[in-house]
Every structure is written in C-alpha cells, then in structure tokens.
C-alpha cells in the first residue's frame, strides 16, 4: 500500500507562484518515479511533470521552463515549485507514484487526492 498526500495548493494571481508538496508513505522505495498530473474542469487528468528515483526530470510542454519538480527521499516527499502562473494552469493537482524508465514515465494506479490550484486574471 502507498498513500500519497499533497498540499500547498490556493488561490494565486496571474505571475504569481507557488510551491506544491506531497508526502509518501508505505511501501514505497527511493528507486521509485513520482510524479504530478493535473485536471482542469472537463478535461482529462495530464502529466505535468515527472521525477525519476536519481533525480531525472521530464516535464510536459505547457510547463517547461516554469515549473520545477523535485525529491527529497530522506522525508520521501516530492515538490512542484511552480512560477509564472498563468489561469490556463487552474487544475486540481494531483501526486502520483510509478516507473521512469528511458526519460519515460508510466503511473501507477497510486493517487493521492489532490489539491486545487486556482490561478486568477
């Protein structure tokens, strides 16, 4: 069993940032990809942006260059530290666990619940 809890999410302006956080627990190992996927209203769940067990970064081409992701493996927690937000980056934000293989990443079916982001004009 693996539980994933993100936080961090809120209400932001148009340029603004803001940092994401999840916390992994359980059988969950260092080798292991984590990942952040987002859901706008009425579209599908997305990749933003992927994180490899020795720190290997893939990210989605709406966030490139904005966003970053990251680990620390000793509090088993990955970041999105996310800049110039935009409203089109509204979503609810959601942390997942998995495989990265070859700059490639394949989720799991480990969510946590997610936390809203609403970025305003």
């Known amino acids: 069993q693996v539980q994933l809890v993100e936080s961090g999410g809120g209400l932001v302006q148009s340029g603004g940032s803001l940092k994401l956080s999840c916390v992994a627990s359980?059988?969950?190992?260092?080798?292991?990809?984590l990942a952040w996927y987002r859901q706008a209203p009425g579209k599908e769940r997305e990749l933003v942006a992927a994180?490899?067990?020795?720190?290997?970064?893939v990210y989605s081409d709406s966030v490139k260059g904005r966003f970053t992701i990251s680990r620390d493996n000793a509090k088993n927690t990955v970041y999105l530290q996310m800049s110039s937000l935009k409203p089109e980056d509204t979503a609810k934000y959601y942390c997942n666990a998995g495989t990265y293989y070859n700059d490639e990443y394949y989720g799991m079916d480990y969510w946590g619940k997610g936390t809203l982001v609403t970025v305003s004009l």
């Open positions: 994180i490899s067990g020795g720190g290997g970064t």
């Open positions: 359980g059988n969950i190992f260092d080798a292991w990809g």
